[in-house]
């Protein structure tokens, strides 16, 4: 195959956090031409409903129903695909399943509350939302991984009704999707996609019900679309190309390092694969094995575009630079590839899921590992968090006033509010001060 050149950084150039910038520079989310043909999809679903779904649906999935209701698989077809499954693929989703719901167990968020002397109760009651909406991609790659990785937190933290929304292309169904559905305890599921998927969820139609937050990978038009209905409903995050970021400190297998590369660059051709390593001569032989084993990639033209467009080989001093460096790129998956990295750990701030040395690898946190795989990325592990069970829980004040801690807060909320000049607010308070 055609020879290509991953990039090379070197930490001490000067020019170096400006080509670092320009390597991570991703805004294809702001493009105007798909804003205006996802706000236009969103304008007929809420404006035209069903109709709208059924024509979009038979637009862009090339799958035609008579009804909208038509949509919609029973539950008897994906217990079918559950049942159907061969054995080696049941335990292996049944096995994730487990892990996935045993770590999504710790992160349950508890009700708590205080007592003061004067008999002022504080504290938050966490309750979970009422309906979520799951979008999982259908079209040129299925992911049943991103239904129990969606699904599975949601339930244990007693979402009551998950609508599950899935294009069929053609009328295609992946059985492994419907199966995860099935074992992860989905409600409802649709066969509907893109854009119009995303805007039935966010608004409704008379077969597909509103949810309260949707959460789940897409394509741009699904992020662009989850974007702009943020407010009707909550989202999970926008989520861009994939990411890797490798640590290695020379003395991991090569081999191991490229395929760990290779693991991420080749869901697109925009996905980022980036190695950092204070020994160049590491770099050199990962370059080598990068060479060696790509022609033998069933996606290789996929990982070449990746890994030619926005793959790097950064050479920094030392590993306390490399985390440096990590920092300020923020990826969503990072390999702490060294001899003891727990002390690395220490200098590592910013990351949506860290892997923790040689033996492992990001696949693991893809599939079975535990943690979840919907991640940060484009920066974003800067602000913010994997998801978890505590997105699909909120948390409100509790607040109770005996009549001594009513008369000792107003006086205080009475100076406060007449500070700012809402007299209302200060005479409501001040009612309840006891002479």
């Not at 741009?220 to 290695?248: H, N, R, W």
């Not at 979840?372 to 997105?391: I, K, M, Q, W």
Request: charged letters at 25%; a negative charge; hydrophobic letters at 45%.
């Amino acid at each position: 195959m055609k020879e290509f050149k991953i990039t090379r950084l070197d930490a001490k150039d000067s020019d170096f956090q400006a080509r670092l910038g320009h390597l991570l520079a991703w805004d294809e989310i702001s493009d105007a031409t798909i804003h205006d043909r996802v706000r236009d999809i969103i304008a007929r679903i809420k404006r035209e409903g069903d109709t709208a779904l059924v024509e979009f649906t038979e637009r862009f999935d090339h799958y035609s129903v008579n009804q909208a209701k038509e949509l919609e698989l029973s539950r008897n077809e994906l217990k079918a695909a559950w049942e159907n499954l061969p054995k080696e693929q049941a335990m292996a989703l049944e096995a994730a399943s487990v892990r996935i719901r045993a770590y999504a167990e710790r992160q349950k968020l508890a009700s708590w509350q205080y007592a003061e002397a004067d008999g002022t109760i504080l504290g938050q009651q966490v309750t979970p939302l009422d309906r979520v909406g799951v979008y999982v991609p259908g079209g040129k790659a299925a992911y049943p991984s991103s239904v129990l990785m969606n699904v599975i937190p949601a339930k244990v933290a007693g979402v009551p009704d998950i609508t599950m929304v899935v294009p069929t292309p053609r009328g295609e169904v992946n059985e492994l999707v419907l199966a995860a559905a099935y074992l992860s305890g989905v409600d409802r599921v649709f066969r509907v996609g893109g854009a119009q998927a995303v805007a039935a969820l966010a608004y409704g139609t008379a077969t597909i019900p509103r949810v309260d937050k949707i959460v789940g990978p897409g394509n741009i038009y699904v992020a662009t679309a989850k974007k702009l209905v943020f407010g009707q409903c909550g989202i999970d995050m926008i989520a861009g190309p994939s990411e890797i970021l490798v640590i290695s400190d020379g003395l991991t297998n090569p081999d191991w390092i490229a395929m760990d590369l290779f693991s991420q660059a080749e869901h697109d051709e925009d996905a980022q694969a980036i190695l950092i390593s204070p020994d160049q001569a590491h770099l050199d032989a990962v370059e080598a094995s990068i060479a060696k084993l790509l022609p033998n990639m069933e996606r290789k033209d996929v990982i070449k575009a990746s890994l030619g467009g926005r793959g790097a080989m950064i050479l920094v001093n030392d590993l306390q630079q490399a985390a440096d460096v990590a920092n300020r790129i923020a990826p969503e998956h990072l390999e702490l590839s060294v001899e003891d990295p727990e002390t690395l750990l220490k200098a590592i701030r910013n990351a949506g899921a860290i892997f923790m040395g040689r033996y492992t690898a990001e696949a693991l946190g893809d599939y079975c590992a535990g943690p979840n795989h919907v991640l940060p990325t484009s920066g974003t592990a800067r602000f913010s968090s994997p998801l978890g069970v505590y997105d699909f829980q909120k948390r409100s004040s509790l607040i109770f006033c005996s009549g001594s801690g009513a008369s000792e807060l107003g006086k205080t909320a009475s100076v406060l509010a007449r500070g700012e000049g809402l007299t209302a607010h200060a005479r409501s308070a001040e009612f309840r001060i006891r002479d």
